[in-house]
């Protein structure tokens, strides 16, 4: 027996997870998304289809209030790269630059390369090492289950940049933060800081950094050629796109569901996020068809711009205003495919026990208890921070860092059954959010 | 006992094999070739510091008679390819240049697309249904240990140019012939037929071959453009590089290893051919390192320009001459790294116990006995059609294709203990066919 469900809610939830695992409409989705729209890079014309395309495929598929919110997205286009080792063993590179980078001149930039294996030992150096030449990090991301080697490796990307032009570098090329053995080059945002310069930075592939790394180790001075026509236009907008399962005695208290709509530039983001929004479409979808209203509502979030500076995230928590207070807990799908292995929470102390129900339900999908401690992801933190409960269900990433942010993330890599799992984990626990008697709480402070 | 072989002759093939299988250079051979010249299309600056390199190791292992014959290649670059669909979904598609096709104009190609899934559903096309559109053969190449899922694939890389242009086709779009899952295209020679039209030719991906399948599937009709900056220049001269371990008592016999120096413009070969290269390489040198001649002369030759149109093999038969008597027999390895599985033989009938007795020193690398129908590869087609018994140690195909004439050939494939065995096979069989009593006979014609 439960203080927090009916026998029937609990019930209805068993029954959710069971025909999810027996096969739901969510690899249709994604095939749908990535052969309909493809790549949607906030603020491009992919970005704009794909706006149209969740309207349809939310409204289509029966959900209630589906609308939009006018999303402003900064713009920013790659075009093209070029890395090339001019000596001392000409060969070309396979690069992109990295999300948010300056381009280069018309002739490029020519420079000997400074290799570090890590932010430290680059903070290490002189100046006068660094000066006018390209910083090359050779650090290689650990591949794991819970996603901790790109936390113990982002920051290569992310603050890389602007590190290197402190000390005076011309540019910056980075080993991949990915995983993938294939020669394939995984992009990414930087964040320039606003009292350094903003240098060019790129990533090559692995096996590129591989070749990088042996010529710099035969002892000879190597040269590289960089070239890139990236550059930043005018902000442009996207939109947020939200459809709901209706609730019933507490229809004004939403448990909010989030994925994010667009994708790098450089593939169609099949598993990043095209997987994540079907999860939660199908979850809430199959919710809708139960034949019961849960109490409280379900809305559905496909976030603008998660890529590219979290947009939507910030938008969404700007309009909501007041109804901030009526999120009774979040969660969202942006780690790939799945399976989902895991449950954490970040709830009232009070909440926990019903954790453990929680738990309890979605046990014959294999998930291991958690901490509460829970992140709720990167479109979820303006809510976490205004004191709104979040949960992770955490999906399997030990193979989403070879296709994460590459032009390789394409429907091949999708397997439904894996996905079908994903979807029950979340119906389960968006069911029984939805349905439960008290709240989670709310989060005390920014730093809890 | 043996009539072929001394005892001592068997117990040194014993010693070679269990050493090259407790482990051997090939593998740092392969990193070389990838590291100071990468990408060697016939013709390319690449091939010419090919050819010094392979001078410069051949000589620091200890070879003798290292030398070159000239040999004229033809020239071709591909510049840049974009494949796209306008309608009904615009996406672009990851697509390369079929070796040797023609470009197109400035503006480009856009038509509609006419998709079948194989050469023989081309041409039961009528003409009115291929006129001014964009032929796509989606036939998918089939993974397999002996490359027959090549064999059955690759016309439509080589005719189907010609076929569709016969048609009245503006151009040709075709799934690579290929298996890989990463969308990364494989590109190859395409050979026009002197009276059909040169159109341009690209292959796509396989996961953007599924796309553009999904997309013509969905019934509406499908739009592409196409746009490549292909050319012709004039010939270049490369070389094939050869290099020997002298024989003794019938030192003007030679057993010929062979493998090619060459390779595809868009990666750095480094199963295709660099492993060929340092099996045959490193094959020769545990023999020259026995303390004890071979019989025989064992001939080291790396060709030129296999890919392209098999230059070197044409130019090394027509520079032998009279020599050509005096080959033995021939072998190659151009099939990735290995393992080597099979041992199937072209030789005359009475030759075969010596073949029956090879297999039995090769047993212990777990080789299987094949058939005397062996074809000795496309190197050693112009020595078989003149008599020259040949050998195939059959190297493991299965995952070769996955890479084979992609970007991704790349040292990250290479697995030194896999390597090794092939090594052990190549060597025992060398040295075996070079320490034999008598020769393996000659073959008849051309049709045998």
Same mark, same amino acid.
């Given at each position: ?5 009916? *026998? ?14 027996? /096969?739901? =409409? ?61 000596? &001392? ?42 000066? #006018? ?17 790109? /936390? ?11 590190? +290197? @032009? ?10 991949? $933060? ?39 180790? +035969? ?12 550059? *930043?236009?005018?902000? @442009?907008?996207? @939109? ?6 209706? #609730?019933?005695?507490?229809?004004? %208290? !939403? !448990? ?11 593939? &169609? ?6 997987? #994540? ?10 919710? /809708? =068809? ?15 711009? *998660? %890529? ?5 995230? =910030?938008?969404? +928590? ?21 399976? !989902? ?6 709830? @009232? &102390? ?31 933190? &303006?809510?976490?921070?205004?004191? !709104?409960? $979040? ?31 994903? $979807? ?5 626990? +968006? ?18």
């Amino acid at each position: 027996m439960s203080a927090d469900w009916s *026998e029937g809610d609990l019930d209805l939830a068993a029954t959710l997870r069971d025909r999810a695992t027996e /096969g739901t =409409r969510a690899y249709e989705h994604v095939s749908s998304l990535v052969t309909e729209v493809g790549p949607r890079f906030a603020g491009s014309a992919g970005d704009t289809a794909a706006v149209r395309w969740a309207l349809n495929t939310l409204g289509t598929l029966g959900f209630s209030q589906v609308r939009t919110q006018d999303v402003l997205v900064p713009r920013w286009v790659r075009g093209t790269a070029e890395v090339s080792i001019l000596a &001392p063993f000409p060969q070309p590179l396979v690069a992109v630059a990295l999300g948010g980078s300056v381009g280069t001149a018309e002739e490029g930039i020519e420079a000997s390369v400074v290799r570090v294996e890590s932010l430290d030992a680059l903070k290490a150096l002189s100046a006068d090492a660094v000066k #006018g030449r390209i910083v090359f990090i050779d650090q290689r991301m650990e591949r794991t289950r819970d996603a901790s080697g790109y /936390g113990a490796t982002v920051a290569i990307r992310s603050q890389g940049p602007s590190i +290197a @032009a402190d000390l005076g570098a011309v540019a910056l090329v980075i080993r991949s $933060v990915g995983t993938s053995p294939d020669r394939i080059a995984h992009t990414g945002g930087l964040t320039y800081r606003a009292d350094a310069p903003r240098i060019p930075a790129f990533a090559v592939s692995n096996p590129d950094a591989d070749l990088l790394a042996r010529q710099v180790n +035969a002892g000879k001075p190597v040269r590289l050629h960089l070239h890139s026509t990236a550059r *930043e236009l005018p902000p @442009a907008w996207s @939109a947020n796109v939200i459809g709901e399962i209706p #609730g019933g005695e507490r229809a004004d %208290e !939403v !448990v909010l569901l989030g994925a994010h709509l667009d994708s790098w530039d450089v593939g &169609p983001g099949a598993v990043d996020d095209g997987a #994540g929004v079907a999860i939660v479409m199908e979850a809430a979808r199959l919710i /809708g =068809r139960l034949g019961r209203k849960p109490a409280r509502t379900i809305r559905v979030v496909l976030f603008a711009n *998660e %890529e590219f500076g979290l947009s939507g995230a =910030r938008e969404y +928590a700007r309009q909501i205003g007041e109804e901030m207070n009526r999120h009774v807990v979040a969660f969202e799908a942006d780690l790939g495919q799945g399976p !989902v292995w895991r449950l954490d929470s970040r709830v @009232a &102390p009070e909440a926990l026990p019903a954790i453990s129900q929680m738990l309890k339900v979605l046990q014959p999908l294999n998930l291991e208890s958690g901490m509460n401690t829970a992140s709720g992801g990167a479109d979820l933190r &303006p809510l976490r921070e205004a004191g !709104v409960p $979040v949960l992770d269900l955490s999906l399997d990433a030990t193979n989403y860092f070879d296709i994460h942010h590459t032009a390789n993330d394409t429907l091949a890599k999708i397997d439904a059954r894996t996905l079908d799992q994903s $979807v029950a984990a979340f119906a389960v626990t +968006a069911w029984l959010a939805a349905t439960k008697q008290g709240d989670f709480g709310r989060l005390q402070s920014k730093t809890e």
